[in-house]
């Protein structure tokens, strides 16, 4: 992205020429402008997320290749001495001859993947960071600014609770209002008039799996003057939450997006004048903080993204089948497909018709102890999948989370949250045939189980008759 460098004092601000149109988001008061009227192009062309990322602009490789090239260039080279004064003037740049500086500020492949995300989340624009952490603290960081408030989900991932309720608070004086956001009063009431800047959730929460009101927070954020961003990691194709209402959609794209469990990407989707205003020269998050993706990631990520919807599918139809084959044998499931779901009918409302309600559910075995011998019999003895933090991988990947992926909240937080001490969540895979995994399933549930009395008699005449063997043998 190119410099704007105009002969100006010190004192003036300095910013970064700017790619993308804007729709007025964040021009005042460092992000906190209010949003035009008119949607942004990708929310009217194409409302269905496989067919909006069928419509976005194709990438071809620089000798005709169907797959775009890898640019891994750290910087680029001007043919001329007075290319690089016109590309720091802001005459020339990505958008303006199709020329580059240096790829901390943009990067031709991190932006066609960015691009591709826009497109996914139906937002004007997206800018892909070095992990999903990166992404939703530099929002936080350039939409609240120091001083300022959140209000926050109950239930977040344990790493985002950390971020609002230890780091932001100790580094720059914001403060964090964790509230049940199913509750449109508790919202309205942690509301700071003047000094709220953010409503925070995730569409379906880490790892409770209650599904959030977006229409409804919207609205009450938006009366307050304040964002609504959302965390769709866990939902990407099956919620797009900027077509209801959201300002901003984060992503772990290490997640569903990414697949393989092997890369560590993030993603920033909303109005073009938010990433415009994140990467500015002087005040931008994503400039000066640099959350760098690596343009060989992009490329990997730009080849997955178009089988994402049909492994969505596949991830809801298996997690749909567990779930209720789980419940059946009397176990206490949580997963929003359920018709009991408190949320099922939310769910399906909100969400983008034929991809399910998700791979993500949830099994209380009550206590840590259960929770961890059945996951110990899932991955030791049956293979029915592996225990393991993350999501969105092909095998079935299991986690304790009051004790993992939740862990850095207090106890009575966790338990306010209504994180169990037993509650196993399950990233349902697609890997082998649900049969097979059915009848691994089965089989570690059954040696959860207490023995029979009459099994329990003859495992103990049978101990008794090797001890009297042993006995025997050793008289003799």
Request: net charge neutral; charged share 20%.
């Amino acid at each position: 992205m190119a410099q704007a460098m105009a002969p100006v004092a010190a004192s003036d601000l300095v910013t970064l020429k700017r790619p993308f149109q804007s729709d007025g988001f964040g021009e005042e008061n460092g992000g906190g402008g209010g949003i035009a009227d008119e949607k942004p192009r990708a929310r009217r062309r194409e409302s269905d997320p496989a067919a909006a990322l069928a419509a976005a602009r194709h990438e071809f490789g620089e000798h005709g290749g169907v797959n775009m090239s890898i640019e891994a260039s750290a910087t680029f080279t001007v043919m001329e001495p007075d290319t690089m004064r016109r590309l720091f003037a802001g005459e020339l740049g990505p958008d303006r001859g199709d020329m580059y500086i240096y790829s901390r500020h943009f990067n031709p492949t991190v932006l066609a993947l960015g691009r591709q995300m826009a497109a996914l989340e139906g937002t004007e624009a997206a800018y892909c960071t070095a992990s999903g952490m990166s992404a939703i603290s530099s929002v936080l960081m350039q939409l609240v600014g120091a001083g300022g408030h959140v209000v926050a989900s109950r239930c977040l991932y344990g790493g985002t609770h950390a971020l609002l309720s230890r780091f932001l608070p100790r580094t720059s004086g914001v403060t964090a209002t964790f509230v049940d956001v199913d509750d449109e009063a508790a919202v309205r009431a942690a509301v700071r008039p003047g000094q709220t800047r953010v409503v925070y959730v995730e569409t379906v929460s880490n790892p409770t799996l209650a599904v959030a009101d977006i229409p409804m927070l919207a609205r009450v954020a938006h009366e307050a003057g304040a964002k609504l961003v959302v965390d769709n990691t866990f939902t990407p194709v099956i919620v797009s939450p900027a077509r209801l209402g959201a300002d901003v959609v984060v992503h772990s794209v290490s997640k569903f997006i990414s697949g393989g469990a092997d890369i560590i990407a993030g993603a920033i989707c909303g109005p073009a004048s938010l990433v415009n205003s994140m990467m500015d020269l002087m005040e931008g998050a994503l400039m000066l903080l640099g959350p760098t993706m690596n343009a060989k990631v992009a490329f990997e990520l730009s080849e997955r993204l178009p089988h994402l919807p049909l492994r969505m599918q596949e991830h809801s139809r298996r997690a749909l089948a567990f779930a209720t084959r789980m419940q059946g044998l009397g176990l206490r499931v949580v997963y929003p497909g359920l018709p009991d779901h408190p949320h099922h009918a939310r769910l399906g409302a909100m969400g983008n018709q034929g991809y399910g309600f998700g791979g993500m559910l949830c099994v209380d075995m009550g206590t840590e102890d259960r929770a961890n011998r059945l996951m110990h019999h899932l991955q030791n003895t049956t293979q029915f999948g592996l225990m393991a933090v993350s999501l969105g991988y092909y095998e079935t990947l299991m986690s304790c989370s009051g004790n993992s992926t939740s862990s850095e909240m207090p106890p009575e937080d966790r338990a306010r949250a209504g994180i169990s001490p037993g509650l196993v969540r399950m990233s349902v895979g697609y890997n082998g045939t649900l049969e097979q995994r059915w009848a691994q399933f089965e089989r570690a549930l059954a040696l959860m189980q207490p023995p029979t009395p009459q099994a329990h008699h003859l495992k103990v005449a049978a101990a008794d008759r090797d001890a009297a063997a042993a006995d025997n043998h050793r008289k003799h």
